[in-house]
T-cell receptor
Framework: SAVISQKPSRDICQRGTSLTIQCQVD?????MFWYRQQPGQSLTLIAT?????????ESGFVIDKFPISRPNLTFSTLTVSNLSPEDSSIYLC?????????FGPGTRLLVL | AQTVTQSQPEMSVQEAETVTLSCTYDTSESNYYLFWYKQPPSRQMILVIRQEAYKQQNATENRFSVNFQKAAKSFSLKISDSQLGDTAMYFC???????????FGKGTRLHILP
């Protein structure tokens, strides 16, 4: 299994600002994923991030709003830009393992 | 496209009872797998059980077992001898071998009552 950490664990931000979330894995992985979980809802995939290439975004998510970096095989960042109250959610990163995906503990974002 | 439907938003059972959570799915993939994940109040997503679609035998993990009906595209989770620590949100999910993406259902909130 993979151990994943995320920073920050939670944050409160003002609308119009941006938040960058870091995801660190304890082993090298090819594919990393970013999910959004709105309050009381399920997980929705934002994008898939492969090292050395641009992230692939799911329908409804765009790079200008959710830029992603993947500088190496153990690290990725997700930025949520131009924040609005609708961006208040939990953001989770995950990595593909041999039999499943392993998830980080999530970052809880509240936008005021 | 893949979809996952969980028709039970919330359930409550007494401790030590058996509970079954329902899930149906749809996929155009021929090779796929199915999951049940648990998300307790800590928010950490925990894999409960995994089933590969090509296997006819139902997966089991201790007190957790599934009833996989491939033709009906049904994948229910049975929790036996339920414990207070089983209280959590449970998500049914499906993925395929092409791109490792996982699609989640809306979840069932399970309360185990003392």
């Amino acid at each position: 299994s993979a151990v994943i950490s995320q920073k920050p664990s939670r944050d409160i931000c003002q609308r119009g600002t941006s938040l960058t979330i870091q995801c660190q894995v304890d082993s090298q992985v090819t594919m990393m994923f970013w999910y959004r979980q709105q309050p009381g809802q399920s997980l929705t995939l934002i994008a898939t991030a492969n090292q050395g290439s641009e992230a692939t975004y799911e329908s409804g998510f765009v790079i200008d709003k959710f830029p992603i970096s993947r500088p190496n095989l153990t690290f990725s960042t997700l930025t949520v830009s131009n924040l609005s109250p609708e961006d208040s959610s939990i953001y989770l990163c995950s990595v593909a393992g041999p039999e499943t995906q392993y998830f980080g503990p999530g970052t809880r974002l509240l936008v005021l | 496209a893949q979809t996952v439907t969980q028709s039970q938003p919330e359930m409550s059972v007494q401790e030590a009872e058996t509970v079954t959570l329902s899930c149906t799915y749809d996929t155009s993939e021929s090779n796929y797998y199915l999951f049940w994940y648990k998300q307790p109040p800590s928010r950490q997503m925990i894999l409960v059980i995994r089933q590969e679609a090509y296997k006819q035998q139902n997966a089991t993990e201790n007190r957790f077992s599934v009833n996989f009906q491939k033709a009906a595209k049904s994948f229910s989770l049975k929790i036996s001898d339920s414990q207070l620590g089983d209280t959590a949100m449970y998500f049914c999910a499906t993925g395929d071998y092409r791109d490792d993406k996982i699609i989640f259902g809306k979840g069932t909130r399970l309360h185990i009552l003392p």
